[in-house]
């Protein structure tokens, strides 16, 4: 393993260096690439293999988590009018249609983009489904059975060897098959889908797959606890990377490795002394109550986030958390009704999630539980980036299943998760 060091060369050039260490609110991230130091420009991942400009990093930013930041965004939007290769009406638009003629146009029709981070993903309504489209409120007026309009944030391009399920939906995990050649699919999907590019071929797809494989990504530092790997503690990217199932990229996790304590990296801090103790015990306090924290019978937290050390689901299990329910709608995203042919009342929803791979009405709302690792590098959170913060989410979980905080466990809480 060799740490990336600091960005010294453009794209164009013969070697780029990834821009690590990465410093976020919460400290700094860290990103190691196993088998050599420097990163050969000649990569798939950096170039443009289709017809807009956009290669892989456009979306998968190394100093961002490998994915996008809001503030990111908005700089890159000032420097090049609205130009820069992520600006494109396909999916970086709230409609592909969207008038992008002028600057002012192109703010409006990025809008989501530049607040959120999230990229329209188009998807229609499943043949067979056992639910019906009943009702679209679009405010952008494409949206249709034919296409519905999602918002969705870019997953992170990093720590995949612990994936259970490709993408928000799981679209390009259709079971059968192993991991690596699932993320060869996605991989060509994304070329084909945000590049505007033919089907590239597959030596570039396991190049792509390949490289981002090499790559692990955790919080190393925190502002508050210092080095997280100081005193006995296994936090940063380096003891993620050995953790003996890496990589799992050919099958699921076994089920008979889960335990009870799905993490175990700030065990040491539970007793912590000297400087920077105080933070330490929050981090351990915050851990704890992650793996054993119970609301009416069942744990709160591991229940849906028990891949250890990483905090995925390590069965591919998809959840309803009620982000996208009408009443956390926001007026700038569409809303979609849907009657099931079982009946009951209509569902009204932002984003029908797993739904719309499985044709199945109780899918509705689902989404895949993503990886916790690096989690300060990459806000805002969600599928649909409608929490600024680790605050909010822990908020949003409170007020949805009724969890209890007493004293300091709500910054214990976020203080484990901005550790990762």
Known sequence: MAIIALLTA??????????MPAPNGSGVAQTLMSGEEFVSADEPFFQSLGTNGRSCVTCHAPKQGWSLEPADIQRRFVASAGRDPLFRPVDGATSPLADVTTVA????????????????????????ADFSLVGIDDPYGFASEAELSLFRRPLPATNLAFLSAVMWDGRETPGGRTMTADLMLQANDATVGHAQAAPIDEVTRRRIVDFELRLTTAQSNDRGAGVLTADGATGGARALAA???WPFINSRLDPAS???????????????????SAARQAIARGQTLFNERTQNGRVMCTGCHNTPNVGSNSTGAFF???????????????????RCDAGGAPIVTTDPGRALITGRCTDIGR???PSLRGLATRAPYFHDGSAATLEDVVDHYERRFGFV???????????????L
């Open 10 to 19: 453009a794209i164009g050039g013969q070697q780029i260096h990834l821009g």
């Open 105 to 128: 146009a192109r703010r409006d029709a990025y809008a989501l983009l530049l607040a959120r981070g999230v990229i329209r993903v188009g998807l229609p309504m499943p043949v067979g």
């Open 243 to 245: 953790q003996p199932y």
């Open 258 to 276: 889960l335990t009870t304590e799905p993490f175990t990296i700030f065990k040491a801090w539970a007793t912590a002394v000297g400087p920077g």
């Open 320 to 338: 309803d958390i009620g982000v996208t329910s009408a009443e956390r709608r926001a007026p700038d995203v569409p809303l979609y009704t849907f």
């Open 367 to 369: 989404f895949k539980v």
């Open 405 to 419: 905080f007493v004293g300091s466990d709500k910054a214990d809480l976020v203080a484990f998760l901005s550790a």
